[in-house]
């Protein structure tokens, strides 16, 4: 048997000096990393075999699974510096397989090393020199050059290859949004690429949320929704996350803002190192199934938009100014708001301003001001010739009826599927009844564990049916009655003197009217203005505020009028 140095010194009768007390640490740079002489075994193993030899005693072990070398926030590393320098101090030395593994970059290991060597505690690799003498100290700062050298470069290489992977339209991956899952596609060698398909039952929560929050669901009388309200009746519901927790506002928002249900992927948006946003051009866009209707998502852009305190405040809602909230500068993208002017014979006038140019001046925008009054009837008077006529409204629509059309075709498609999966839950279902009732299976918590699981895998298909039946309804015909009805209306109601009252009217037609130098574009929801012609409902009705809820009793928040909310059915 082979004596280490400090035994045969013993077995010599010479005096030696207590053996070194060791803390071992170890990291890879991923949890699946096995591979060659960076497994955790691996390094163990030469580490107890370096000590073993010197008679050096491991006390403990750190060790970081799935950590960068790059990254100062390890929680072992972290803890074992910490211990080192402590008053009680552990251990006499910290051993790592190569220095590498403690750091890949040069301030980070030289600032632990002097930490270390303060309390006296000494930094040793079992396959690379060491030592505090100058040439060991410069051996150590060369090999941390090197390898934070090679770690730029593999996390260079990294990227561009989840690049290509996107380009290519794989998935990359991290957890797939609520709806999708990540299918294999094809193997290139080991390599196994994957895409993303929609899961059909997470699918329709999705397509629950997007609904709620526009249209709300008549046949159980909910109203739309905004995202706090929407977020706390999924929750009351049992509707869960990926991750199996319940929906928050922050969640929410992000899934009705990801344009990835309307089959548009994006990879590469923020930089990881920094946390801030790309530029557009290095996003890499790539196509998936799509989820939702694009004019869907639309609209609920819209209606975020309307319902965000910080881009519409209450006072443009019940200002006097018709375009406020509507109007937006052409060059910055700011909103435009009224501005008033004097003559020298003391005439006022009053104008829409740039917002962005008086408040940051014309570093922020060059500016763009126009008479409120000639804006004003340019605006209506488009509205009333280009858009409020019968045979430009069926135009407008004719694309919107389609994608209807085809969206319902897809969802009796999907309705033989979901039909097919509770057939064969519904026949394992009762078949472990049938087991259990003759005795053939003993009830166990085994048994009453999956008669539960069953039953709730039908509940919840049932329900999936139940909502794509009510998708699969066509949508309500547009007829010539309806549609000189909803023009006479709208025509009435901009011309009736109220601003507030105009206001609600125009925006069941216009979304945005983006004004330039030259000219004004009048942008608009063609999902909207269908639901304003079938339902009656109008996008700005009533008072909207910074509360999360509206009163229920008839005080401070009024209902509207009867006339506003049941104007296109009277």
Same mark, same amino acid.
């Given at each position: ?250 969640? +929410?928002?992000? &899934?009705? @803002?990801?344009? *990835?249900?309307? /089959?548009?992927?994006?990879? =590469?948006?923020?930089? #990881?190192?920094? !946390? ?46 018709? +375009?406020?909230? &509507?109007? @937006?500068?052409? *060059?910055?993208? /700011?909103?435009?708001?009224? =501005?008033?002017?004097? #003559?020298?014979? !003391? ?46 409204? +069926? ?176």
């Amino acid at each position: 048997m082979k004596l280490s140095n400090r035994e045969s010194l013993v077995a010599a009768g010479l005096a030696v000096a207590p053996p070194r007390r060791v803390a071992a640490y170890l990291r890879v740079s991923t949890v699946r990393q096995a591979e060659g002489d960076v497994s955790i075994p691996s390094q163990r193993n030469q580490i107890e075999a370096f000590c073993q030899a010197r008679g050096w005693t491991v006390t403990q072990e750190f060790i970081d699974a799935g950590a960068s070398g790059t990254n100062p926030a390890r929680g072992e590393l972290n803890r074992m510096l910490d211990l080192a320098c402590g008053p009680e101090r552990p251990f006499d030395a910290v051993v790592v397989y190569a220095y590498s593994r403690l750091y890949r970059d040069l301030i980070g290991m030289e600032t632990a090393v002097k930490r270390l060597n303060k309390v006296g505690v000494e930094l040793v690799s079992a396959t690379q020199p060491s030592g505090n003498e100058p040439a060991e100290q410069l051996v150590r700062q060369v090999l941390a050059i090197l390898d934070q050298h090679t770690s730029v470069e593999n996390s260079k290489n990294t990227s561009r290859a989840m690049r290509e992977n996107a380009e290519q339209g794989f998935w990359n991956g991290s957890t797939p949004p609520l709806g999708y899952k990540a299918v294999e596609a094809e193997r290139r060698g080991s390599k196994i690429k994957k895409v993303l398909v929609v899961d059909e039952v997470e699918a329709d929560t999705v397509r629950l949320i997007y609904r709620l929050y526009v249209h709300g669901d008549a046949s159980s009388g909910l109203p739309p929704m905004g995202v706090t309200s929407l977020a706390s009746w999924l929750n009351s519901q049992g509707y869960q996350t990926r991750k199996g927790k319940q929906f928050g506002v922050g969640p +929410l928002h992000k &899934i009705l @803002t990801n344009p *990835i249900y309307i /089959g548009q992927g994006r990879y =590469s948006i923020r930089n #990881s190192a920094t !946390g801030g946003k790309h530029e557009p051009d290095q996003v890499v866009h790539y196509d998936v199934p799509p989820i939702i209707e694009t004019t869907e998502f639309e609209a609920v852009q819209q209606k975020l938009a309307m319902n965000n305190p910080k881009v519409t405040p209450p006072r443009v809602v019940t200002g006097p100014v018709l +375009l406020t909230g &509507i109007a @937006t500068c052409g *060059i910055c993208g /700011g909103g435009m708001t009224m =501005s008033t002017g004097t #003559s020298k014979s !003391g005439k006022l006038y009053t104008y829409y301003a740039c917002a962005s140019r008086a408040q940051k001046g014309k570093s922020a925008c060059p500016g763009i001001r126009v008479p409120m009054p000639y804006l004003d009837e340019l605006i209506l008077k488009a509205v009333e010739e280009r858009i409020l006529l019968p045979e430009r409204l +069926l135009d407008l629509l004719e694309l919107l009826l389609a994608r209807r059309a085809e969206f319902a075709s897809n969802v009796d498609a999907r309705l033989l599927t979901l039909r097919s999966e509770l057939e064969v839950v519904s026949k394992a279902l009762s078949n472990l009844y049938r087991l259990a009732e003759t005795g053939e299976l003993a009830i166990d918590e085994e048994l009453a564990a999956r008669i539960q699981a069953r039953r709730a895998e039908k509940t919840k298909l049932e329900a999936v049916i139940q909502r794509a039946v009510a998708q699969a309804a066509p949508s309500v015909p547009l007829d010539d009655e309806k549609l000189h009805r909803f023009c006479r209306l709208v025509r009435e109601r901009l011309r009736c003197g109220e601003p507030v009252l105009s206001r609600n009217y125009l925006r069941s037609v216009v979304g945005r009217v983006i004004v330039s130098e030259k000219r004004v574009l009048i942008v608009g929801s063609t999902h909207a203005l269908h639901r304003s012609i079938t339902e009656g409902k109008f996008s700005a009705n009533g008072v909207r505020g910074f509360e999360q809820e509206w009163r229920t009793r008839q005080d401070s928040n009024l209902w509207p009028l009867p006339s506003e909310g049941s104007a296109l059915s009277s």
